[in-house]
DNA sequence: GCCGTTACGGTTGAA
DNA sequence: TGTTCAACCGTAACG
């Protein structure tokens, strides 16, 4: 149950307990992080814990990635379609075979890795729900198995599944085969079923997986809650050409459905507006302060997920962002401190430069 | 005072 | 359809 209000933190922060923070919002850490502010002033000025952005940014360090992680959900199978064929051959070929046998030849024959090999009494389970008496079903399996082969399970969170599958490639816990390049990505993420959740790729770029996932049946609605999150206020960021200003319209609800830049697969290169611009980026225009800001309106005015969802407009909106020091930090101020390096932003900062100060010409 | 870590209460979604 | 479980979240507190 979604409630229709946050909570306030010691900091005077508005947070949802059990949710993650907004995508602007960890934008921002992010982004001043960069400029090479502390994060005990960063957390001061967001109204975010300390040990929120201390994760945040260690998470973003290790893997390039501002977003959470999957919420929810279930480890992947490993009991796959292809391990049954393969413990139900070992049966029919050795009905005295034990379970253990059965998961070292998985090893043996490759089936498996041991990341991913049945424990012994999944096999067992297997071998009794699913195989059963092999004397009476072995023909009738055979017969099955030709008419409809299972469709492997959808991986886990397949909506936070990898762009491309090269990115697949790369984060995944299947090892890359050799010759397949492994890319030094930002999306890299050593996580046994990663996210999505690079900075370019929330910055409204939609992968290909996503743009299957719209039609797909198994698209979540959830994924458009986030993405308008992502959406709303990042692609308002790429394509604004206000300086704090509200950009309503990329703000609308109605707008998260649209695509902001669809990457065209052909292309290696991703489409310059979709580039990141760190230090041009009117996010998180103000304080978050609880008295402040209705960031989460009331139950009467939208959906408590909606209620939910509708916090970044609120942390967009507002007066420019000031740095505690009293040194302001202008949207204007296109200089990022070199000595910062962060995995696989790299490309996307190089690229982004011109786009950074295309913009910041523009807002001059 | 800063920062990494962790317990806690909460949400989420697949099984 | 409802429950369970294991992932995640951010906060608060501790060292």
Redesign the pocket.
């Known amino acids: ?3 229709a209000f946050g ?5 005077g ?9 907004p995508n602007a ?2 934008l921002r850490i992010v982004e001043l992080a960069q400029l090479g502010i ?4 960063i ?2 000025q967001l ?13 973003y360090n290790e893997t390039g990635s501002i ?11 490993v009991t796959t379609p292809t391990v049954v064929k393969h413990i139900r051959t070992y049966k029919q070929r050795d009905p005295g075979i034990f379970a253990w046998e059965i998961r070292d030849r998985l090893l043996a024959d490759g089936v498996c890795d041991k990341y991913n090999v049945p424990s012994v009494s999944s096999i067992s389970r297997i071998l009794r729900n699913k195989i059963g008496n092999l004397s009476q079903q072995s023909h009738y399996d055979s017969y099955k198995q030709h008419q409809a082969a299972p469709q492997p ?2 991986p ?4 936070y599944s990898y762009p491309s599958p090269i990115a697949a490639a790369a984060g995944a816990k299947v090892p890359t085969p050799p010759g397949v390049p492994t890319i030094h990505s930002a999306v890299h993420m050593p ?2 079923w990663p996210s999505s959740h690079s900075v370019t790729d929330i910055l409204g770029i939609r992968s290909i997986t996503d743009q299957v996932s719209d039609s797909s049946p ?1 698209h ?1 609605p ?2 458009e809650e986030w993405s308008s999150l992502s959406r709303s206020g990042f692609a308002a960021t790429a394509q604004h050409v206000a300086v704090n200003g509200l950009d309503k319209s990329s703000m609308e609800p109605e707008a998260k459905y649209s695509q902001v830049i669809r990457r065209d697969p052909s292309l290696s290169t991703w489409p310059s507006e979709a580039r990141l611009a760190p230090s041009c980026l009117p996010t998180v225009g103000s304080f978050v302060s609880a008295p402040t800001m209705a960031p989460y309106p009331t139950a009467a005015q939208v959906s408590p ?1 909606m209620a ?1 969802s509708a916090a970044p407009s609120g942390y967009v909106a507002g007066h420019g962002w000031q740095h505690a020091g009293g040194t302001p930090l202008s949207p204007h101020n296109c200089d990022i401190p070199a000595s910062l390096a962060f995995k696989g932003m790299q490309t996307a900062r190089e690229a982004s430069h011109t786009v950074s100060e295309g913009l910041c010409k523009r807002l001059e």
């Open positions: 149950m979604e409630p909570e306030v933190n010691q900091l922060g508005v947070f949802v307990n059990g949710r993650p923070l919002i960890r502390r994060p005990c002033d957390s001061r109204r975010v814990s300390h040990g929120c952005v201390s994760k945040i940014l260690a998470r977003l959470p992680g999957a919420i929810g959900g279930s480890k992947p199978r399970a959808l886990y969170n397949h909506i996580r046994t198994y979540s959830k994924v997920y939910y």
